[in-house]
């Protein structure tokens, strides 16, 4: 079974950045594509970011595109979310998702990840 673990949430003011980090374990599981999704309060889950297995292949939602940056390090099973310049509107619990292992594109769509992790709080204050 693969397991997704989020950390690096916390609670900023606007213009601070954080990097979210997304570690892969349990069974072998490689050459998946990954993303990152938020959920806000009282709106759906939506796609922020997601990356190709070799990494050569982003997209970003346009409310980030320019401020954040998807990233991985196949070599330690991780995936980053690098954010910078946030604001209030960026307040969500973060989520990291994997498809299914030898699916190396990314996707948009929330059904088409496999695995997901628990989400970690991003806290934006003005």
């Known amino acids: 079974q693969v397991r997704l673990e989020e950390s690096g949430g916390g609670l900023v003011q606007t213009g601070a950045s954080l990097t979210l980090s997304c570690v892969a374990s349990?069974?072998?599981?490689?050459?998946?594509?990954a993303g990152w999704f938020r959920r806000a309060p009282g709106k759906e889950r939506e796609f922020v970011a997601g990356?190709?297995?070799?990494?050569?292949?982003?997209e970003y939602a346009d409310s980030v595109r320019g401020r954040f940056t998807i990233s991985r390090d196949n070599s330690k099973n991780a995936v980053y979310l690098q954010m910078n310049r946030l604001n209030p509107e960026d307040t969500a619990v973060y989520y990291c998702?994997?498809?299914?292992?030898?699916?190396?594109?990314?996707?948009?769509?929330?059904?088409?990840?496999?695995?997901w992790g628990q989400g970690t709080q991003v806290t934006v204050s003005s």
């Open positions: 998702a994997g498809r299914e292992a030898w699916v190396a594109s990314f996707s948009q769509k929330r059904d088409a990840y496999r695995f």
């Open positions: 349990g069974e072998r599981y490689i050459r998946y594509g």
């Open positions: 990356i190709t297995w070799s990494g050569g292949g982003t």
